[in-house]
């Protein structure tokens, strides 16, 4: 059975992590992503020593560090661009070894205008397969989630990850309005990338145009068991709305998960 978390983007983008550990274990969430930018401040800058008190407060704590939620992204035209962004990552992917983080999403984020879309896609791969490399000496898993005008749609990101053609580069699943074909499915573009999938993105599970029971039936059939996490808008009342999307998660549970 998959497991609950959310991502700091943006329910709780203004929680230190003190809040962090305290409400989340209180509403009986199991982990977190930590988005870049964040009150949390888990960021690059951070020293040995605070890297390792942070390691040593998740490992203390029934919340587990889900992963780390990055910007980085490889579409750019300007080949500095696209260097700059492999770089930045392999500084996360080194805090994220640091503070015990399995993993750092990464994503796409579009196609530039007037390029090609193929080439677009091989050179998202190619930087995929770089950082891909780099952290899997660092025992740091790249997920990349499904993101972007065009660069959402499941062939591409397949294609994406033929041209990475690395076993440490992994999908996060984006929960997209683009999954659903003409039929009201996932299925099929599940399929796409579900021997790659290690990372879950949910939103408003109140959206009866998404097909939420279908996409935790596939989760159920390909065994998954890491973090859906909850990716929705910030609240006046954050505690009681991610208590009641914790009541959907559980009710939308396929039998004998």
Known sequence: MSRLGTITYNIAKDWDLDKIFKTLEKLKYEGVELRTTHAHKVEVELSKAERDKIRKRFEDSPVEIAGLGSAFEYHAADPAVVRKNIEGTKAYVRLAHDIGAPGVKVRPNG?????????????????????????????????????????????????????????????????????????????????????????????????????????????????????TLAEIPESSDPERVLAYFRSLWLAFQPPGA
């Open 111 to 227: 196609v530039p205008k007037g390029a090609d879309l193929e080439k677009t896609l091989e050179q998202i791969g190619k930087a995929l397969r770089e950082v891909g490399e780099d952290a899997d000496g660092f025992g740091v898993e790249i997920r990349v989630e499904v993101h972007g005008a065009i660069t959402c749609e499941l062939p591409n990101v397949a294609k994406m990850m033929k041209y990475a053609d690395h076993p440490n580069v992994f999908v996060c699943w984006n929960s997209n309005p683009t999954d659903v074909a003409a039929d009201g499915t996932i299925q099929k573009n599940f399929a796409m990338v579900a021997d790659k999938i290690r990372e879950v993105h949910l939103h408003d599970l109140t959206d009866e145009k998404y097909p939420w029971r279908e996409l935790f039936r596939l989760l159920k059939a390909i065994k998954y068991n890491g973090f």
